[in-house]
DNA sequence: AGGTAAGCGAGACGGTACGTCGTGTCTTTTG
DNA sequence: CAAAAGACACGACGTACCGTCTCGCTTACCT
């Protein structure tokens, strides 16, 4: 996030406080968290004060609030997996349980206001900031993605599949469902999976 | 969006100025697409001012900015619609057409903006709002749901086939990609297409 | 201050509320008195709900909201008048009396907020419309100058005495301390009453 | 006005700007004092942008917007001192003189509307406001007190004489009038100076 | 060891927009 | 046809944040 090129050029002065940089994202993150916080509640003031920092300590080192957020996200400070996909051996049962768990989970109110968090970050940062194209690897390179890979390896899927393509042929739906509050239903999801899977076409 | 139950229920008062409903959408709608402004630009005061209207009366018949979007949006005032698909009988072709054309369209920079807009609009107001879920319809009723019931219908897919979602295994992806900013690569989507069509598992 | 002359005049509709008038009238004096309402606080849309009229209503009869203030105060919905000035024949001790009594009276809670709302009402109103020259009756008229009068006719005060003046030199120091807020000392008090009687000079 | 209790608490944060505060109040002297504007139409935005200053400034150091005038009125922003009086050797020629001095100024339009924005702001900001009673000192500090007590001391008047007492019998009736727009007769003024020093009672 | 160049928390600054409130006008239905 | 109800355009209110700018420190390198 920061440009740390410190090419031998020794910085004068006073050294940026690592306590500083930690605070803020610690601060960031439990804003979004436990809060009842939406994105577009969260201020920079907020998280300076949160994290008994100076506000332009923040200015200093992030250009806008969402890059905070990002880096947040991308340190770790801020979790927002999905959950591991099942491995029973059987493929579409598994996907099947991975989809119905994910909605459990993010239809649990917790949850759900920190996963809207992240999108509406994405959002507002990613319209004007070229990093954050980073955010899409969460539902493209998710779990079920190195599912199909694994199983495309074993032979079982078509050898050219585009495991990225077809992991958001299943994840993104539900991740835009879960950001407009209507609770899909599961038939709905489930024919997601089985579409990916067997397609739509006749056999 | 607005209450509309007429149970003979005969109001008093001054009635509700349709002109002044009509001048509010039309400049929120003048606003996102003529200008250069963002969602985020976008202010109840600019829209005000621009339909020539007080504060108040849009304060007086919706909750937020976001609705003020919603209704436009929902209404055709600002037109977000998806491409057609074309139809040479080919339906692969068709598809792999249309997701080209609605990438094309999709970061050319004028419309970018404002879809960006409409997703905002959607997530800022979806958090809290049931009315929102309505949305989710831009994609998942897309033109490429249609086409995929007509073929289902003259037996070239699946009689169980759920269009919607199958439509929104292709749509939606798309959707979250135009929200962060980088264009997929052609062979990314048109997998997408193919995913759907003739699923991960071989035939 | 509204022309009631209804001089056999059978007008056609619905017939001039006077009990609309005198409900505006009550409710002002109402919210002026009993409420914990100052005249800047007091709102025409206050007033019409109060009186369950409509606001039209007021604005109809009334130019602003300081003519209703004022004909509620000159018709007597709204009484501010002064104490009676006790007669036990000396009239020095009475005058003493009456001062010390007025500013036990003004500086009692409820009075002093019905007083200020009179006197921002009479400045506001004043300021823009001559007819609002009659409040200064209220301590120019006061029962003081009537008991001057009534002095100088009996031949205990200078003929030549200007009852009106010199009641003002009593009563205006008093009305002009109440509205700030400070109650002026007894001895001033009293000062006043002494040299408006005997005069400053040495005798 | 702002409290200056300077105990050697050195205070943290960037301080106040002395540049911001003056220009405030100099801002609000010059709308009142060279614009045609009352103070009812003196608006904390108008003195904002006339000051080029936020409008939140002004709020960090002043409560109301009566404050600020007061502060512009007790610094000499905003000037509404009374005439000197004359020193003829003879007082009550003096006073006589004055009071007509007074009365010309106060009725000349320019000076009426900052009188009655002086006393407006008195009032509203009075009602709730300790600090306020200053305003009294206009009237009660005028020139007239400071010669009625020089006249003392030279054994020309009574020893025991209560200077602003007496001062007040003469300008408070002059000052309410001011505010009432009626302009008194000449004699009723007079009137005010003979009984202040010759008293009402037949010597 | 002292000088000096940042970084630090704090918080005031000029701004912009917010959402609310009151004004005085207007347009309905009701009596 | 006046009165009630209440929507309308307007504009000020007081608040919340923005991103910038001093302050008086603290820290750590560099003479």
Redesign the pocket.
Known sequence: MTEDVPIAE????????????Q?VLAATARLLTCGDLEYD?????????E???????????WP??AAVVLEALLTGHLQLDFAQVPDTGDLRADLHTWVDQTLDEAFTEGYRSMARSLISALLAGAAHNEGFQAVTRIWEDSPVADRLRQEREAGHLRADLDASSAAAAIASPLVLRLLTSGRPEAAWAHALVDTALDGARTR
Chains 1, 2, 3, 4 share one sequence.
């Open positions: 020794t910085r004068r002065g006073r050294p940026r406080s690592a306590a500083a940089h605070a509640d969260l201020t920079v003031e907020g998280i300076a004060a994290a008994g920092v100076g506000k332009q300590t923040i200015y200093r080192w806008q609030k």
